[in-house]
C-alpha cells in the first residue's frame, strides 16, 4: 500500500489531467465556434453588368443572397430557410414578395419585355473546364436535345456560351435565384460570363449590322468580403406591387425622363 501522501499526489495529478483534459476540450470548442463564425461572417462579392437589368451588384452565402440594382436603393434579397424572395424600392417603398419555387420559375419583367421566355429554357452542353483567376469555372454551350437523348451543341438559331464558377459556401438557391433575375439557364455554379455568338450590332449609316458576339452578362469583379447581416434584413410595411418594373421605375422619374428626351429635339 502506498504512502498516504503518495496516494494524495496521485489523486492530484488524475485531477489536475482531468481538468486540463476539459479545458483542451472547451477550448478546441471555443476554436471551432469561433472559426465556423468567421466562416460565416464572409460572403461572395460580384460586380456584373446583364442586359436585363443593368449594373448589379450581388453577395451570395451559404444563408442568403442580395441583390443591388444600380446601387442599394433598390435590392433584392432571400434567405434561408423559405428563400422568400423580396424586391424592393428604398424610395418609393414598393415591393415585391414570391416563394422561392415560383420566382426561380417564373419570367421576371424587367425592362425589355420579352414575349417568350427562350434563354432560361435551353439545353446546357458542358464543352470545357476553364481555371479564372484562379477559380476552377465550366463552360457550357447552348445545346439541342435529340430524340435518343444525347446532347449536342446548337446548329441552328441562337447559339451561345456560359461560364461559371465553382464557389465554396454558396447555397445553391442563392445561384438559382441569381440566374433567375439574370435571365440565365440554370446549372451548378456562379455565372460570369454569357454571350450569343454573331448576335452583337452595331450602327452604319442608317441601319444595324449584325456582328460579333453579344456579351448578355459579365462580370468585372469576385471575391470574398467580411458579412454585413444588416444587408440580408427582409424590408417591411411596403406597398406590394405585381410587376418587377413597377418595383424598379416611379412613374413621375420615368414621364421626367421622357419630357427630358423630348426637349432635346425642341
Known amino acids: 500500500m502506498p504512502p498516504r501522501s503518495t496516494a494524495a499526489n496521485s489523486d492530484f495529478f488524475s485531477q489536475s489531467r482531468g481538468l486540463l483534459s476539459r479545458a483542451l476540450g472547451v477550448l478546441l470548442l471555443f476554436c471551432s465556434a469561433t472559426n465556423s463564425v468567421a466562416a460565416a ?17 450581388s453577395y451570395l452565402t451559404s444563408q442568403a443572397v442580395r441583390i443591388n440594382f444600380g446601387n442599394d436603393q433598390i435590392y433584392l434579397v432571400a434567405k434561408a430557410p423559405s428563400w422568400r424572395v423580396v ?20 419570367h421576371p419583367v424587367w425592362n425589355h419585355g420579352k414575349d417568350v421566355d427562350w434563354i432560361p429554357a435551353e439545353h446546357l452542353l458542358k464543352v470545357a473546364s476553364p481555371v479564372i483567376g484562379g ?3 465550366t463552360d457550357f454551350v447552348l445545346a439541342e436535345l435529340l430524340p435518343n437523348g444525347h446532347l449536342v451543341p446548337k446548329a441552328a438559331g441562337a447559339s451561345g456560351h456560359l461560364v461559371t464558377a465553382e464557389v465554396d459556401g454558396v447555397a ?5 435565384i441569381l440566374q433567375r433575375t439574370l435571365d440565365l439557364p440554370q446549372t451548378a455554379g456562379v455565372p460570369l460570363r454569357f454571350t450569343l455568338n454573331g448576335q452583337s450590332r452595331r450602327v452604319e449609316g442608317m441601319k444595324f449590322v449584325m456582328g460579333g458576339d453579344a456579351h448578355l452578362v459579365s462580370t468585372t469583379a469576385i471575391k470574398t468580403v467580411p458579412l454585413t447581416p444588416s444587408l440580408f434584413t427582409y424590408p417591411t410595411n411596403f406597398k406590394a406591387v405585381a410587376i418587377e418594373l413597377d418595383v424598379l421605375y416611379d412613374s413621375k422619374t420615368m414621364n421626367s425622363n421622357v419630357e427630358q428626351f423630348l426637349d432635346a429635339f425642341k
Not at 461572417?41 to 451588384?57: D, I, N, P, R, T
Not at 424600392?89 to 422561392?100: D, F, R
Open 135 to 137: 477559380r476552377h469555372c
Open 87 to 106: 424586391l424592393f424600392n428604398t424610395i418609393t417603398k414598393k415591393g415585391l414578395a414570391m416563394p422561392y419555387q415560383q420566382w426561380i420559375s417564373h
Open 172 to 176: 445553391p438557391q442563392a445561384c438559382h
Open 41 to 57: 461572417e464572409k460572403a461572395l462579392y460580384l460586380k456584373q453588368s446583364a442586359v436585363s437589368v443593368g449594373a448589379s451588384e
